[in-house]
């Protein structure tokens, strides 16, 4: 079944260590995106990837990175976890016209 | 550049009653447009979207959407509310161009249902 699935879902770590949040999708979609959300927020777009090698910041600056090494994958890495990062995070792919986004379920991130 | 404000970051409405959340979209040309709803602890799920064609847009779960281009408006009803519809619905919107488009999303607006 065509899907979007993020691991984990959640994670609660402490300050300072690596976390890599991934993002699979089954859709063949050429574009992902990652979105960064506080509780009772709106969304805010973090980074984004229009195929393989395709990397762009977005409108939220984020100490994250991310990669896109094969187009089913687009995991986002925080090199120094600090509790300002607590948040949900968001991944969503979309066809290459981009018109309509599929979500995945979130990670919920808690650095203490 | 693109905004949304969605009028009334919290709704509650009666069980059985009609439910009515605002969206207005500021942007130099229609743009395509979309409702989201978001329940507790998931990823946001796709209700409805307007691209072209008819304005009145039917989406899941019993509700619609009409697109009024004079008031720069995508307000989403349900003639009746259910317990099930509580949740947070973001609007959002996107260029018409086809162009690998961004959503830029609503601040959201959480719908409570009373029993």
């Known amino acids: 079944e065509a899907d979007i699935y993020q691991t984990p879902r959640y994670l609660v770590i402490g300050t300072g260590k690596k976390i890599t949040l991934e993002c699979s999708q089954t859709?063949?979609?050429?574009?992902m995106y990652w979105y960064q959300q506080d509780p009772g927020m709106e969304l805010h777009l973090i980074h984004y990837?229009?195929?393989?090698?395709?990397?762009e910041k977005g409108d939220l600056s984020s100490e994250s990175t991310v990669s896109r090494i094969r187009t089913e994958h687009f995991p986002l890495t925080l090199e120094s976890a600090r509790p300002s990062h607590t948040s949900q995070y968001l991944c969503?792919?979309?066809?290459?016209?981009?018109?309509?986004?599929?979500f995945g379920p979130g990670t919920r991130l808690t650095v203490l | 550049a693109q905004s949304v404000t969605q009028l009334g970051s919290h709704v509650s409405v009666s069980e059985g009653a009609l439910v009515l959340l605002r969206c207005n979209y500021s942007?130099?040309?229609?743009?395509?447009l979309f409702w989201y709803v978001q329940y507790p602890n998931q990823g946001l799920q796709l209700l409805l979207k307007?691209?072209?064609?008819?304005?009145l847009v039917k989406g899941i779960n019993g509700f619609e959407a009409e697109f009024k281009k004079s008031e720069t408006s995508f307000h989403l009803t349900k003639p009746s509310a259910h317990m099930s519809d509580a949740a947070e619905y973001f609007c959002?919107?996107?260029?018409?161009?086809?162009?690998?488009?961004?959503?830029?999303f609503g601040g959201g607006t959480r719908l409570m249902v009373k029993p």
């Open positions: 969503a792919s979309s066809d290459a016209q981009g018109n309509e986004q599929f």
């Open positions: 859709m063949g979609h050429d574009k």
């Open positions: 990837s229009y195929g393989v090698n395709s990397t």
């Open positions: 942007s130099s040309v229609p743009p395509y």
């Open positions: 307007y691209t072209t064609g008819a304005t």
């Open positions: 959002a919107v996107s260029p018409n161009n086809n162009a690998g488009n961004m959503l830029t």
